[in-house]
């Protein structure tokens, strides 16, 4: 089992390294700006101070205003976990990190999130076709 490392000093030194980025922080919980996912997520994976450089799920929760984007990482050198949150307005398209290829495609599958630059953005469990994404509060299939 890991431990939970401090949200409000991993948003303290996410902003120090990039200023703005990291908006909020609960106990548990990062909120990062979605134009700032990509370098933050660099960030924890890259520095060693950090070191989450594996991620363990990648979910999305429609709450009709906006998309919440939820990432959970793990540093398994240091035995720590970290969630990162980011809310998507207007049915954004987020850039996300690279090696969340499935996790993604999963994503977009069900919610309807694209992710810029992703490689294969097609169905991963649903058949080509299928009339919109089952998990949005907004599917009337």
């Known amino acids: 089992m890991t431990r939970a490392h401090s949200a409000e000093d991993a948003a303290r030194r996410i902003n120090e390294s990039?200023?703005?980025?990291?908006?909020?922080?609960?106990?548990?919980?990062?909120?990062?700006?979605?134009?700032?996912?990509?370098?933050?997520?660099?960030?924890?994976?890259?520095?060693?101070?950090?070191?989450?450089?594996?991620?363990t799920a990648l979910s999305?929760?429609?709450?009709?205003?906006?998309?919440?984007?939820?990432?959970?990482l793990v540093s398994l050198r240091r035995n720590a976990s970290l969630v990162v949150?980011?809310?998507?307005?207007?049915?954004?398209?987020?850039?996300?990190?690279?090696?969340?290829?499935?996790?993604?495609?999963?994503v977009w599958d069900l919610m309807g999130i694209h992710f810029e630059g992703h490689p294969n953005m097609k169905r991963i469990m649903l058949w080509e076709g299928f009339p919109g994404h089952p998990l949005r509060k907004d599917f009337l299939g």
Do not use: N
């Not at 919980?29 to 989450?52: C, G, N, Q, S, T």
């Not at 999305?60 to 959970?72: G, P």
């Open 85 to 106: 949150k980011s809310r998507v307005y207007g049915r954004d398209e987020p850039a996300v990190r690279k090696g969340a290829d499935l996790q993604e495609r999963e």
């Open 18 to 55: 990039i200023p703005g980025a990291a908006v909020e922080s609960t106990q548990t919980d990062v909120w990062v700006l979605p134009e700032h996912i990509l370098p933050v997520a660099r960030l924890l994976k890259d520095d060693p101070a950090f070191d989450f450089s594996f991620l």
């Open 60 to 72: 999305a929760v429609d709450y009709v205003e906006y998309f919440e984007m939820v990432y959970h």
